[in-house]
C-alpha cells in the first residue's frame, strides 16, 4: 500500500511505531513532533530563510547530508529537483525519512552514509544541505574538506548552533608569536569543546561561535554569500585558500 493510500489512523501508528521525532512533520494532517521544545520545528526556522533557496529547482541535484527525518529533502523535491539524495547514520531517522517521503508522494533516496565518507557517492551536486550536523561531528573542519573536495559542485546550505558573542572582528593574515590579545576577543573565531554532554545529548562536540564558524566556511574553500538567518549561511564553492586537502581516506577520487 502506498503512503497516499494510507488511513490517518494508520499514519498515526506508523508515526507512534517510528517515534521519537526530532523533525515535527506534516503527514496527511498528523504531527509527528507536536510537542517539539523548539516549537513547530524545523517549519519555523525553514520560513525564515527560505527564500534564499530558488523557488524552481527543476534539473537540480540536492544532497541532504544529516537528512534527519527528511524536512530538508522534502521541501527540495517539493520545488521541483530532479534529484534529491538523502544521508544519515541513524537508522531511525531513516526509517523515518523513507516514510515521510512515502506518504508525501516524494521520489527521494535515503541512504546510511556519514559525512565522512561523501566521497564513496562519485557524484557532485547542484545544492548540498549541511543543517545542523557541524556541531555533532568529532571532526568537523575534516567534514567541510570533504564536502568541499567530493560532492559539491555549486552551492551549499549550511545551519550550525552557534554559542558566545555574535560579533565578528577582522582578523589579520598573521600574527608573530608574541601577540595574544586577539584569541580573549569575544570576536575572535573559538569553537567551544564538550567533553561531556550538552542538552543531554553526548553528540553535541562543539559550540562555535559566528566568527569560527564564518572563518570555517571560508577555510574550507566556500563564499558566503547570504546570511539569512541567525544561524544560515548560504555559501558558494570557490578556491581552498590554504592547498592542503583533507587526510581522511576519501574512499575514492572526486569525480
Not at 50 to 76: H, Q, R, T, W
Not at 111 to 132: C, N, P, Q, T, W
Not at 144 to 154: C, G, N, Q, W
Request: hydrophobic share 40%; aromatic share 10%; charged share 25%.
Amino acid at each position: 500500500m502506498s503512503g497516499a493510500a494510507l488511513s490517518k489512523e494508520e499514519i498515526r501508528r506508523r508515526v507512534d511505531a517510528l517515534g521519537p521525532w526530532f523533525h515535527n512533520l506534516d503527514l496527511q494532517g498528523i504531527a509527528t513532533a507536536p510537542a517539539h521544545f523548539l516549537g513547530d520545528y524545523p517549519t519555523v526556522k525553514w520560513r525564515r530563510f527560505s527564500a534564499v533557496i530558488p523557488d524552481n529547482l527543476e534539473g537540480k541535484s540536492i544532497l541532504d547530508i544529516g537528512c534527519n527525518a527528511g524536512f530538508y529533502a522534502m521541501e527540495m523535491k517539493r520545488r521541483g529537483a530532479e534529484r534529491v539524495l538523502g544521508l544519515d547514520t541513524d537508522d531511525e531517522y531513516l526509517a523515518q525519512a523513507r516514510f515521510a517521503a512515502e506518504v508525501n508522494g516524494l521520489k527521494i533516496e535515503f541512504r546510511k552514509l556519514s559525512a565522512y565518507d561523501v566521497g564513496s557517492l562519485h557524484e557532485r551536486f547542484d545544492l548540498v544541505i549541511f543543517m545542523g550536523v557541524l556541531y555533532h561531528l568529532r571532526h568537523p573542519l575534516l567534514a567541510l574538506d570533504l564536502i568541499h573536495e567530493h560532492v559539491s559542485r555549486d552551492m551549499l546550505l549550511f545551519q550550525s548552533m552557534l554559542r558566545g558573542d555574535s560579533r565578528v572582528d577582522p582578523i589579520e593574515k598573521n600574527y608573530d608569536f608574541w601577540t595574544t590579545a586577539q584569541f580573549d576577543s569575544p570576536g575572535y573565531p573559538k569553537l567551544h569543546y564538550i567533553e561531556h554532554q550538552y542538552a543531554d545529548d553526548s553528540t553535541n562536540w562543539w559550540a562555535p561561535n559566528r566568527a569560527c564558524v564564518e572563518a570555517m566556511l571560508r577555510s574550507a574553500g566556500f563564499a558566503i554569500l547570504a546570511h539569512p538567518e541567525d544561524e544560515v549561511y548560504l555559501c558558494s564553492k570557490t578556491e581552498r585558500p590554504q592547498p592542503e586537502g583533507p587526510v581522511y581516506p576519501s574512499r575514492g577520487s572526486a569525480p
